[in-house]
């Protein structure tokens, strides 16, 4: 059953420089609650300017010349992203979408304790909060990301790369958002951390329910984590299917081509269980 949290139609974007960069044409589909979806294609395809696009988080010289943007909010609202003013649009970013980062983990504050730098997060967004439940839920999200509750009092470089890059889910985590938006989120690690981390990303979405937007040009791990996959060329979505379908039976040419610059792509799927 189609239950949509984001529901993104005809949306362009064009980097008005001399010539013009028409970055992302036309784009229209639709975000499921609760599903992965990868967005693969080369570099330079307009992965980023895509994701980056619907939350508004462009600056100029990027123009969005055309489309529309709902989320479909939990309480039952629909949201027109378009229409919200600044101050809407910060809250809107915060209580709902999270973003995690190729080498976000090199974002963390380095004179200050990973818990600290957690709290921070509850201290801003949900002051109603006592410093003992704030610690309480800095606590429990390092659990759940398996960085241990004990790991609060350590600093940024006392942790692993894997580590500090769990500690950065954490806080994307920390606001309980309905979409996390992963841009290489795990490129600058080693495969088996990689691993490791998708696993739990997975396991953790079927567990609070968010949909996340999963950006890579690891089309291999892709296939391995997303539910579905969006195959980018040159701005526009030139097929979306479910993982299964692109890596058995691919529609278009280029996504054939695509697969078939993988020679990892040979051997069974991976291991990452969805
Ligand atoms: N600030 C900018 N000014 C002009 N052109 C830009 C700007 N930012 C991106 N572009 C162009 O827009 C197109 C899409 O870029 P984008 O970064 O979205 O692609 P991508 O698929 O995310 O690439 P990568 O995987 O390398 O990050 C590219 O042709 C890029 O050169």
Known sequence: MSDPLLSVRGFSVVYDVDPPVRAVTDVTLELQRGEILGLAGESGCGKTTLAYGVQRLLKAPAVITSGSVVFHDASGEDIDVNA????????FRWDKISMVFQGAMNALNPVATIGAQLEDVFEIHRPSLTRRE?????AELLEIVRVGAQRGRSYPHELSGGMRQRVMIAMALALRPQLMVMDEPTTALDVLVQREILRQISQLRHEFGFSVVFITHDLPLLLEISDRIAIM????????DTAENIWTDPRDDYTRTLLSSFPRLTGDKGVVAR
């Open 84 to 91: 919200l003013d600044p101050e809407q649009m910060r809250r």
């Open 134 to 138: 704030r610690r309480a839920r800095v």
């Open 233 to 240: 060329r040159e701005g526009e979505i030139v097929e979306l």
